[in-house]
């Protein structure tokens, strides 16, 4: 995205880490856990959004909550900020050093903890890599249902801090619905636990604050997770349409009549043909592909299965295919999970957007999408969840042509706003982070946003942890909660916080 | 905390006037004897008509250092400890639109006091319903079911009030009007407020609006009785069935002393659908008797606050553990109840989450009884939480009033322990309320 990324200028005066709290450092973590030199630091000097570049003063390696907590402490006494950091795959700059600060990389804390099969629980380090959940319990019939298409990298943290979807979340909902508890480092360095492993804890709900926080109310050590028994049958077909507009007619068809996929994904054109390039699915050459997955009891998944498929036809599809085996379904899927990456097939450089709409707008936005592809000059090739309306646009440019970098910025931007415009949200699962947070002010109001920050200043009332993510200005704590705060329908859009 | 000396405090009819110029005059009455909560009365009842009405309101109380009680339908306002204090009683009732069904999107948008039971009317039209069965729907508010994260057996498929709540407007202490979450099911956008305010009982900010994501109505249900040997029978049961491939939209156990156990299962599905269910679950439970039940049964939850009989005194609360531990504090339950001559009933659920009854000559021994169970369920990780019978005011709609063994003679906290996390919660409570307006004293750890 085009705005200054803030913590650039607000660090040029970067204060650093002094050669005394380095040698604490070392002293907790060991020679073998901490990096300082600027070839080691250059590979954590960003994240898979690769346009913002930061250098940490340092990278610590934790093997232990204890020395992330002796860390934090040290952090915290010393006013130094950190960023933890996963496998690094987070597409919003959520994992961006902050270049006065050090990053804690929990790749090394990957050990599965526990396993409790009858009651469905999982208990695992933060390092832990998010597919490797599954493999440890497939053998049982289990399987972890949050599934990013990055879920052969990224880390269970990664997840538990970008609230992460997969394709199968429009039945089986987000990693918030999978985590049930939730050991934290807080910013200050006290250990807590959020949530449990038996459902509803007395207290407030911080578990659930925590899931989707981006890494700025703590750092999680251990996380209990629920797990889900695999469906007695898996049905997954794809539907050839002409358009998108036919297949999301589908799709609406296929809500409106109370039928219930576990995953229900769309490709457009051009991102087929990336796809195609790159890991051949045997993808139909069409206007609109649709992907179902129906999953439960077999009578039951049968007898929708005809009915999604009959909805298809009167929709338009002029071909449905519906996977005879395991690695059928796994190759259909395959090309749909190989869709961001497959673009560098199709272009050199490409912007990934997260706008979610509601489902119904869906054609609108494409005909919108299309339009603002043909005034910039600009190819946009579009993957989505449909089923939950998060859609996927990528921004396809030239980075060496002068201008044109910029111009995929500003149309990325404004597919967002016409999100906003539309009742939905800025991003459904890469998060804010540091790409869209001056977007937060154009789908929030002032009082919501700073309501929000009023759980920061619980948690983080020094701003240490990953502090300058998320929201467009910071909340300085020490304000009163507002006992003479102005009415904000009084005050929204006029008077500035801050 | 805030370091001000609060203004001298209005009280009598001074304070009516001021509320009436704030709120309009026929949505302030003063507080009749009905109105109080756990034996603390208010001073004047509020209603307000919009959100911008009750930031006024809330911000004036603030100012004014008084206490704010938000009440929905009333059915559960005996939850929670008594309150420190009770100037107002905030009520929701006049917040009761239906905002907007948007049933293609499957999301709706409703008003705090809208009752579960006309939500449900509504979304019916189109064939679809907020997946939940809590208590006294014609009763219950949107709000008051959020406050108090009540939901029943469809918990087990469709997840919680967390997992349900997509959107929401909170109007804090010092009258900002807060909007979080928002129109569609998928948003990473800003903190989840959304779950902070579910389960948080008002103490936070009042809740003037949700939206909720919807499901589709099932084609059809079924109930299934079966009927395990003992309690490990059941346990084994239920293990056996949630660790199965058979998707069960709610299970339920009901228990009762010196009775035969016996477990429900509710089944959704088109009717193909459903008799291969039953007939999978027949084979694979084989020789255990399988019968069908009507969907009463689903109502087990509720009787549990039936009036006891004279004489008696009763008391309900809400246990959560893990699954495998149920029969577990079934067969303590019993083992205490036996030990003070009390008699007991549950309906434990497929989640974990369970609700007790116990009933006793004696208010203590109910109460003591309690106590024994939650150090037993806290030190298995679990938590045990009361749930009174609602007050006495609306008591006679919904259950026809009876003897609690609560009272402020036989008080326990109505909580238990929080955990490592209790100073965290305060600190979330400072942001938000700093002068401790919205029903102090009520939540974990005096929060
Ligand atoms: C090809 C590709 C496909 C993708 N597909 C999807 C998809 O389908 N769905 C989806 O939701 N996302 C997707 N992503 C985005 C990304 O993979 C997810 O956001 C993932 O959860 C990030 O995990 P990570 O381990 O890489 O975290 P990182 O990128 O290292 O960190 C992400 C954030 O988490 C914080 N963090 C990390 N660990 C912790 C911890 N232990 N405690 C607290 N905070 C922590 C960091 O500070 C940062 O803010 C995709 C990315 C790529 C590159």
Redesign the interface.
Known sequence: MTQQPSNLSATSAAAGVSPAVLAELRSIMGERGLLTAPVDLRTYECDGLTNFRVMPQAVVLAESAAQVQAVVRLCHRERIPFVARGAGTGLSGGALPVADGIVISLTRMNRILEV??????VVVEPGVINADVTSRIAAA?FFYAPDPSSQSVCTVGGNVA??S?GLH?LKY??T??HVVGLEVI?PDGQ????G???????????L??F???EGTLGIATRITLRIV????CVQTLLAAFNGTNDAGAAV?AI??A???PAAMEMMDRLAIEASEAAVHANYPPCGGLLLVEMD?????VE??VEQVEALCRSHGAWEIRRAKTAAERTLIWKGRKAAFAAMGRISPDYIVQDG?????RLPEIMDEIATLSDEAGLRVANVF?AG???LHPLVLYDARVPGQEAAAERLASRILELCIEK??????????GEE?KFM?SK???E??????Q??????DPLHLSNPTK?FPRPRLCGE??????P???ETAGVAERF | M?T?TAPPLLSGPELGERLRALAGVDAVRPAAAGDAIGGVSAQWVVEPHSD?DA??LL?FA??AGLSVIPRGGGSKLSWGNPPQRADLLLCTLGLHRIVEH??????VTVEAGCTIAELQRALAKH?QRLAVDPLWPERATVGGILST?DTGALRLSY??L??LVIGLT?V?????????G????????????P??A???LGT?GVITQAIFRV???P?GTQTLQLQPAGLPGMQRTI?DL??????CAQMQACLTSGAAPALYLGLE??A??L???EK?IRERMQPMPLSFATAEVWRARQDLWTPPKEGVYAAVA?L?????KLMEVAAALDRLAQARQAQWRAVLQG???GWLRVEAAEPASAVELFREMRTAIESG???L?IAPLPPRSVAAELVNGGATALSAENAIDF????????P??A??K??????RTLNPGR???GI
């Open positions: 409790d099969l009858e009651n469905a629980r019939g970008e609230n979807g979340c909902g987000f918030t619905t807080l250990l807590v636990h959020l449990g492993s038996a459902l509803d804890p007395p207290g407030y709900d911080l659930g604050v899931v989707g926080s028994k695999r469906a007695q609406s809500i409106a109370g039928l219930y439960g009891a077999t009578a039951e007898a929708n979610v709409i509601p489902r119904t969840h939950d309306g998060n009742g939905g949200s800025i991003t459904g699962e890469h998060g804010v869209k937060m789908m929030f109001a009082p919501d946003l700073e309501t929000m009023r759980v920061r200043c619980a948690f998320i009163k909660g507002g006992k003479y705060a009415h904000p329908l | 805030s001000q911008r930031a006024s911000r603030t100012e948007t049933w293609a999107d499957m999301t064939r994260n997840g919680g967390r997992d909170l804090l202490p010092d009258g900002t009007i807060a909007k979080s928002g129109k569609v099911v998928k948003n990473v956008a800003g903190y989840d407020l779950k902070l579910t389960g948080a936070l499901h589709p109505l084609a293990l949630l660790n199965s491939d058979l998707p599905g088109t193909a659908g008799a291969a269910q999978t809400k959560s553990v893990l699954p495998s989640t974990g989450i990780g679990g938590s939480t909580w238990g322990g929080a955990g490592d996390a209790l965290l919660m600190a979330v400072r942001q938000f309320d700093p002068q939540f974990v750890g």
